[in-house]
């Protein structure tokens, strides 16, 4: 586990189409209930050779059912491990941003790969990740409507209602079931599989004075992007410590 020193981040663009009806394979919905749930995000590299095990146990969580429904995996590919031999196709400096504002955010020096946060909090994976220190209270509702239309475009619709100020949205989609024959940098020759890996970020999301947001983000499908093993994430956070105070998950519905 290696820290970096933190570096100017170019603001990543983000490709949005005009908001239009999706022509939807599937429409999946999803709620939050009274529990808090649990945002696990991990930030991993293909080209740390310490990363592998902590991608296989994220990786993990999908055949979990106790943590089904209050478990919200991400995987944020870094790239400041680009320029050491192997450039991790699925990395992006608008992850390596976040990992270092989660970390002022937290008053944290910790930033390391691989590393976990729980909540907007450095977690050493002791344990479960929803230990007794995550019952508390959720701090916002969400709900999202997800249609995917096969080879053209995602469209997420839905709301947050947050109950306490100091907070914005933010949206990820992520893919399942990824796989890199690694060639160069310290992973060489290893075959490496991913799931919950973010392929795109939006946000910070504003909520409007009563803490209130209308979802709507219409996003085109990358290339080589698989529907049926895309999902979106929603999840709610405190601008001014970082801390989740509610997350959701839909994965795509068979179509």
């Not at 999902?231 to 405190?238: C, E, I, L, S, T």
Request: charged share 20%.
């Amino acid at each position: 586990m290696r820290p970096r020193s933190p570096f100017l981040i170019l603001a990543a663009g983000l490709c949005l189409a005009a908001a239009a009806p999706a022509v939807a394979a599937a429409a999946c919905r999803a709620d939050t209930g009274a529990a808090r749930n649990v945002l696990l995000e991990l930030y991993t590299s293909e080209g740390c050779d310490s990363c592998p095990p902590a991608d296989r146990r994220l990786s993990g969580y999908k055949d979990t059912g106790a943590y089904a429904g209050r478990l919200v995996p991400l995987a944020f590919h870094v790239d400041y491990w680009d320029r050491l031999g192997w450039a991790d196709r699925f990395a992006s400096q608008q992850f390596t941003q976040r990992q270092y504002a989660m970390a002022t955010l937290a008053r944290s020096r910790s930033v390391y790969t691989p590393q976990f946060l729980r909540n907007g909090r450095d977690w050493r994976g002791g344990g479960s990740p929803l230990d007794a220190s995550t019952e508390s209270r959720p701090g916002a509702r969400i709900a999202i409507e997800l249609h995917v239309a096969p080879g053209a475009r995602m469209t997420v619709s839905g709301e947050v209602a947050a109950t306490a100020p100091g907070a914005e949205a933010w949206l990820a989609v992520y893919e399942n079931n990824l796989d890199s024959a690694v060639s160069a940098g310290e992973n060489s020759g290893k075959r490496l599989r991913h799931d919950y890996v973010v392929r795109r970020l939006v946000g910070p999301l504003a909520l409007d004075s009563r803490g209130q947001l209308a979802l709507r983000q219409d996003i085109p499908l990358g290339p080589g992007w698989k529907p049926a093993d895309l999902g979106v994430a929603v999840f709610v956070q405190d601008k001014a410590s970082g801390e989740i105070v509610q997350a959701l998950q839909r994965h795509a519905c068979p179509g």
